[in-house]
């Protein structure tokens, strides 16, 4: 089945600065990938997400790359700010009529931003 | 509209007893999802449900087990509890699919004693 790895395991930058968080997968027929931001105590929350027929989306100051010939997809935080501090999660799915259609999460990326 | 609710959200159980969670989806959502979270074992896809049929299912034992209903709610249970089902259980729902937007319900914290 899909294996999804996520790098870094934890990540703190100063306010302002960028933060890049990288996911792989392993099924190369994996077409759909999200973003989830889970605060602590919190539920996650989708803050982006990207298809397999799209190489980047940006949303503000998020944004999200994909190459699928690498088969790594990565987050882009530009400007951080303290609300940032979350932890991240990626996730990849496979189409709906294969066997692997759900939601494998990656081992998430502790995200701490210092003011 | 209502958010994803999740009942109860707290539990302490004993093992070798058995647990049952509830998930109400976002009305209009007939795609339902539940996952375990643990700091170990990270988010893992337990199953998912639509139209009252379990659409795609984890790598899980068989005593973990769930059900919807015509109105999409959703329930999961556990049976013969184990330590190590000590976890944070989440369901998420989405319009008809898993890659439709998932929204997240709160989660049910379960704790086996």
């Known amino acids: 089945g899909e294996n999804v790895e996520q790098h870094p395991s934890t990540l703190s930058v100063q306010e302002g600065d960028s933060a890049v968080i990288k996911c792989t997968y392993s099924?190369?027929?994996?077409?759909?990938f999200p973003w989830y931001k889970q605060e602590l105590g919190k539920r996650p929350q989708l803050i982006i997400d990207?298809?397999?027929?799209?190489g980047e989306k940006k949303d503000q100051r998020i944004a999200v790359t994909l190459n699928k010939t690498a088969k790594h997809f990565s987050l882009h935080i530009t400007e951080t700010q303290p609300e940032d501090s979350a932890v991240y999660f990626c996730?990849?799915?496979?189409?709906?009529?294969?066997?692997?259609?759900?939601?494998?999460f990656g081992g998430g990326t502790r995200v701490l931003v210092k003011p | 509209k209502a958010g994803v609710t999740q009942t109860p959200r707290y539990l302490i159980k004993t093992r070798g007893q058995q647990v049952t969670l509830s998930c109400s989806p976002i009305?209009?959502?007939?795609?339902v999802s539940w996952y375990q979270q643990t700091p170990g074992q990270g988010l893992q896809f337990l199953f998912e449900y639509f139209s009252e049929t379990q659409r795609n299912k984890g790598n899980f034992p068989g005593r973990f087990s769930g059900r919807q209903f015509s109105n999409s709610r959703s329930e999961m249970n556990v049976s013969t509890l184990e330590l190590g089902d000590s976890a944070l259980y989440l369901c998420?729902?989405?319009?008809?699919?898993?890659?439709?937007?998932?929204?997240f319900g709160p989660g049910t914290r379960l704790t086996v004693l």
């Open positions: 996730a990849a799915s496979l189409p709906l009529k294969a066997a692997g259609n759900k939601l494998t």
């Open positions: 099924d190369s027929a994996s077409n759909y």
């Open positions: 009305s209009g959502h007939r795609s």
């Open positions: 990207i298809r397999s027929n799209v």
């Open positions: 998420a729902s989405s319009l008809n699919q898993v890659t439709d937007t998932q929204y």
